[in-house]
């Protein structure tokens, strides 16, 4: 999957599993330890403040606690953690967070505000991957203790350089970025000026439900249960074994070797759908798969060349016959489950409507046209149907399959056609892709920033103004309604084809109870979850 957050690393082989000290504990499969089997070899680093692949992301939510926490009932609220109260001033540039009293570090250590302001200046500081998150305040290495401090020990004042939507800033502090770590226990352990970082990057220092026992790259992640923490279930650890194969995590996962199984692919999915010995709990996520078209292509310049694509496409049959238990139709740029996603599906195929619009681009007959896509399933079955949707309003597409690397580079070189690939959502607010799709300042090859839009030479000024007053929207009931507006203007005058959005199981034994799946990978949680 395409994002900031996100990259995907093959396996070419099922890795041993070493057990380390935990050998008794796999081999009895207590009620008191939770096995899940899980790819984990996508993630570098275990410090919330540099980690951002999805499987990091997901271990670190389990670990720290952020100032707030999107509800995931309800998108468009957000739910206190670490702060209990906020406020902002007139002028939308300064921001004071009152501090819970009463939390405490896996160390035993108070939390307090001066915590929360060092953290956050220590992820500016530290300007890693996801730091760019808050850093869009104009927080930087110079100005992070003025504008990040703490004036007592429960209360902390955030200043941005420009008015900023309370919302905005919510969601971003909801960001794994934003996780609170200690800062004494931190500091102890820094080498040089490095804050810390290679020491967190195996070691853990917050207040949430679980502390981090031991990670072996590519092997195994336990954890264990943070005494001072809020986990109130039977759990004394959870221990997460790296198992590449599909195939051997359900045949662990019917043996009772595992209590979880969480890379399952579609067809085995559908063959448990109603198998009594197996729950399986499912959440949609925020990525989408989506077609490009490269607008300095003479041929895919004109926008009833956009429409007609889009009205050539069996949706509900890619989704029904290729992706029935992992991805949903969806076509908007902002995905379910976060705050102002527009949930409507106005496409659909009906071919008299796309050669028609063909016809009135000046393509009566068609055109040629290559498409990139990537090489591992289901994206070859997805680009096949896609082929034989748009032959039937005579445009002739030419297949090129490709590693994800391949067609990424390739794409960000500005050289496709057409491309079928896959992006995900950076963070739980709309900007997060709201940015990277609509605002694209300099369309020159030579741009300093290069957004998903640029990749396609698509600049519109109008999309792009909607998208910043929607950014920027004090109120956060407006905020919504102008990015639902954004959307609906989007998805009609725009060279993307949304098709779909992913989703993921957890297929579970059914003793476990509790599995929490976010919409973000940093809010999958273990911290309710029990085994009877």
Not at 425 to 438: I, K, Q
Request: overall charge negative; hydrophobic content about 40%.
């Amino acid at each position: 999957m395409l994002s900031r957050r996100h990259f995907l690393v093959g396996a070419a082989a099922f890795p041993a599993v070493s057990y380390l000290s935990l050998g008794t504990a796999f081999a009895a499969n207590p009620k008191s330890v939770l096995v899940a089997a899980q790819q984990l070899d996508n993630m570098t680093s275990l410090d919330p403040h540099e980690s951002f692949e999805a499987i990091g992301s997901e271990i670190c939510g389990n670990m720290y606690h952020k100032l707030v926490h999107p509800n995931l009932d309800d998108p468009n609220k957000v739910d206190p953690k670490i702060a209990e109260s906020w406020t902002a001033s007139e002028d939308g540039k300064t921001f004071t967070f009152k501090i819970k009293s009463g939390i405490k570090f896996s160390s035993g250590g108070d939390l307090t505000a001066e915590d929360c302001a060092w953290s956050l200046q220590r992820c500016v500081s530290m300007n890693k991957g996801p730091a760019f998150i808050i850093t869009q305040f104009g927080w930087n290495a110079e100005n992070a203790a003025e504008m990040i401090k703490a004036t007592d020990a429960q209360t902390l004042v955030l200043t941005t350089a420009a008015p900023t939507s309370i919302a905005f800033l919510l969601y971003c502090l909801s960001a794994n970025v934003g996780s609170i770590v200690e800062k004494a226990v931190v500091m102890a352990n820094a080498q040089g000026d490095d804050w810390g970082n290679a020491w967190l990057q195996k070691n853990s220092a917050g207040s949430g439900e679980f502390v981090l026992q031991v990670w072996r790259p590519s092997d195994t992640v336990s954890l264990q249960v943070n005494p001072n923490g809020d986990y109130k279930g039977d759990l004394k650890r959870v221990i997460l074994r790296h198992i590449v194969d599909p195939s051997a995590q359900l045949l662990m996962l019917q043996k009772g070797d595992v209590d979880i199984a969480r890379n399952l692919t579609s067809e085995q999915l559908k063959t448990l759908k109603d198998d009594p010995s197996v729950v399986l709990v499912r959440k949609s996520t925020a990525s989408l798969n989506l077609i490009s078209l490269n607008v300095s292509n003479e041929k895919l310049k004109n926008p009833k060349v956009w429409e007609a694509v889009k009205w050539a496409l069996d949706y509900d049959g890619i989704q029904r016959n290729i992706l029935p238990m992992t991805h949903e139709v969806h076509q908007s740029i902002i995905p379910d489950g976060l705050p102002g996603a527009l949930k409507d599906n106005p496409f659909q195929k009906d071919v008299a409507k796309a050669k028609a619009l063909l016809a009135e681009a000046g393509f009566p007959e068609g055109f040629e046209i290559k498409m990139d896509h990537y090489s591992a399933q289901p994206h070859p079955a997805i680009a096949q149907t896609v082929q034989a949707n748009l032959a039937e309003i005579g445009i002739k597409v030419t297949l090129l399959a490709a590693e994800n690397r391949q067609v990424l580079t390739k794409m960000r070189a500005r050289e496709h056609e057409m491309a079928l690939s896959a992006w995900g959502t950076d963070y739980f607010d709309p900007n997060s892709n709201a940015d990277v799709f609509c605002i694209n300042t300099d369309n020159s090859d030579g741009a300093a920033t290069k957004p998903f839009a640029w990749r396609s030479h698509f600049q519109d000024d109008k999309i792009a103004e909607m998208a910043i007053s929607a950014r920027d929207e004090a109120d956060p009931a407006k905020r919504v309604e102008k990015y639902l507006e954004l959307q609906k203007f989007y998805r009609e005058n725009s060279p993307f084809a949304i098709m779909m959005q992913g989703s993921v199981t957890a297929a579970c034994r059914p003793d476990v109870t509790g599995v929490l799946l976010g919409t973000l990978p940093d809010s999958n949680s273990y911290a309710g979850t029990t085994k009877a």
